[in-house]
């Protein structure tokens, strides 16, 4: 197996739980048989680096999904990929993401009289950067993140007696993603931003 630029990155819970998914996707596919799930888990647990984890998942199609990181595409020379952003349409509904789910790099949020909860707390980011998009109004809004990751939103503008709270403060520790909110809010929106797992 090639070694990556970033193999010795430390692993947590969030990214073992990810190896297993793609190990459970692997079995119910045909691709390993039961023997082998149950040794690779092992491994899995045992993990301590990206390294480790991608030895688990080699040989296998899903491999490449474990670590979507622009940040290897640009140690190896690879130029970034512009990506569209994926849109949470939240009109008159509930859109909540919440646990270990994979955070796309630009987060397009629409809707009125809706609720969006997002916490990246867990959240597979593949980007040192997560630019949240927000054009809605009349809505409730909910932003949590994790002890390192840092909230930027002086390109975000307020209207309609629309409010913020932003009780995060400062990131405890360093090294996490900036989740960087932009947009509009109208019409008595309220966003509320905490931190959590601190």
Do not use: C
């Not at 490449?64 to 622009?70: Q, S």
């Not at 009780?167 to 966003?191: E, H, N």
Request: glycine residues 10%; hydrophobic residues 40%.
């Amino acid at each position: 197996m090639v070694g990556q630029p970033d193999d010795a990155i430390r692993v947590g819970n969030p990214e073992r739980e990810r190896a297993i998914t793609h190990l459970n996707d692997a079995f119910a596919t045909g691709y390993i048989d039961i023997g082998e799930f149950e040794e690779r888990s092992g491994r899995v647990y045992e993990a301590r680096t990206r390294g480790d984890l991608r030895s688990v998942l080699e040989n296998l199609p899903i491999a490449a999904r474990l670590f979507p990181d622009t940040a290897v595409a640009a140690a190896t020379g690879a130029p970034p990929v512009p990506t569209r952003p994926v849109e949470f349409d939240a009109n008159w509904e509930t859109v909540r993401r919440k646990g270990v789910w994979d955070a796309p790099p630009n987060i397009l949020v629409t809707g009125t009289m809706g609720t969006v909860d997002l916490d990246f707390t867990n959240a597979m980011i593949p980007s040192a950067t997560v630019t949240v998009q927000l054009q809605v109004s009349a809505m409730t809004v909910k932003l949590r993140v994790g002890p390192d990751q840092e909230i930027r939103r002086t390109g975000l503008t307020t209207s309609g007696m629309s409010s913020v709270k932003d009780k995060a403060g400062a990131p405890t520790r360093p090294g996490g993603a900036v989740i960087d909110v932009i947009g509009s809010i109208s019409a008595m929106t309220g966003l509320t931003i905490r931190r959590t797992g601190a």
